[in-house]
């Protein structure tokens, strides 16, 4: 990603790209939550999403002012997003709206503003990893907040979950890959030759992760469907969302088949052992982004370990994804659990 810019249209279509990316994910994911209208779910989502973002805007204009460049706002765009995905599986624990908008608002300012800052603004110890779409920062951290979630409260729900209109699940996951095609085209911020590399290999990673999740889920359940489909596109764009511009038509491909074909035998192989549904957003989002970000550092062109046989670039993709996906899952782990704690306490007094 490049650190300044001043192409305002360019950063128009990031910010409305990443909109819509949030707004197809609240719409997908309302499924996993309680019975009850996806419309209400959708506003909870709009409302976690505007915290993420606010947080973002607020602390870094406040308090590292120099941070403010032509990145400032699509990154705020991003917290939108991983504050969305963040709080999915807490919701589905049927918390009070209160405590979903708590936990959001803490999760950005302690998970999502200190990573973003430590991605694309000042680095971490020396460790700077390669991250063009955000995928470390909204896929990585998002998906291993509901992992810590689900550490906790693992066992399965016997309430009926929300109803989404099959008209409105394709309707969003249409929006949601063109949006993210479009985010992968301009997250570099300047419209060349890397970003039409990106939005090819994105197309390429997505049919990828269809073919490795299908594979996976005929081989493990003999079994096929629409939603393995759609699992396994969004598996792919996530892989190759971190290294779109970096990558060759072959490893966009070999990329998302792998990253597929993991996340569905982690995805499905938890749903089955566990009965919980929200096992797709860290098996999704988590584990096809820590696959893409750490292939990134082996196959990326002329800079990837099989290129260069240096392994300091896949030991800083290795690094970072393995520390914040432990942190969010450690802090998403803590707050559920104070917050749990409080609710049980007004319970009984």
């Known amino acids: 990603m490049g650190q300044t810019v001043h192409d305002w249209p360019i950063i128009l279509l990031a910010v409305g790209s990443l909109g819509a990316m949030a707004a197809s994910l609240a719409v997908l994911y309302s499924r996993l939550l309680p019975a009850g209208s996806w419309l209400h779910s959708f506003g909870i989502s709009a409302a976690c999403a505007a915290l993420g973002a606010a947080l973002w805007f607020v602390v870094i204009a406040l308090l590292i002012p120099e941070a403010v460049t032509g990145l400032f706002v699509p990154i705020g765009m991003m917290g939108a997003v991983a504050a969305t995905l963040a709080s999915m599986a807490m919701r589905a624990t049927d918390p009070p709206t209160s405590a979903v908008l708590v936990f959001s608002a803490a999760w950005s300012l302690l998970v999502f503003v200190p990573v973003a800052l430590a991605t694309f603004i000042t680095g971490v110890v020396g460790v700077a990893p390669v991250d063009h779409a955000g995928s470390l920062v909204v896929n990585v951290a998002g998906g291993a907040a ?14 009926p979950a929300t109803v989404v209109p099959r008209w409105v699940s394709a309707l969003a996951v249409t929006l949601l890959v063109g949006a993210w095609l479009a985010w992968l085209a301009a997250a570099e911020l300047a419209f060349d030759e890397a970003a039409a590399t990106a939005v090819g290999n994105g197309v390429l990673g997505g049919a990828g992760g269809v073919v490795g999740w299908l594979a996976v889920q005929r081989i493990r359940h003999q079994s096929s469907s629409l939603a393995a489909v759609a699992a396994g596109l969004m598996s792919g764009l996530v892989a190759v969302s971190a290294g779109a511009p970096l990558l060759s038509p072959v490893a966009a491909v070999s990329t998302g088949v792998i990253a597929g ?38 196959v990326a062109n002329d800079a990837g370990f099989l290129f260069t046989g240096q392994i300091g670039f896949i030991q800083d993709q290795l690094v970072s994804t393995v520390v914040v996906s432990l942190y969010s899952a450690g802090v998403s782990f803590l707050l559920w659990t104070l917050l749990a704690r409080l609710r049980r306490r007004r319970t009984t007094s």
Request: neutral net charge; contains cysteine.
């Open 146 to 159: 509901a992992f810590g979630i689900l550490l906790v409260r693992s066992e399965p729900s016997d309430v």
């Open 261 to 298: 074909g993991v996340a569905c035998l982690v995805t499905l192989g938890r749903i089955v052992a566990s009965g919980r549904e929200q096992w797709f957003l860290p098996g999704t989002h988590l584990v096809a982004g820590a696959v893409g970000l750490v292939l990134v550092g082996l």
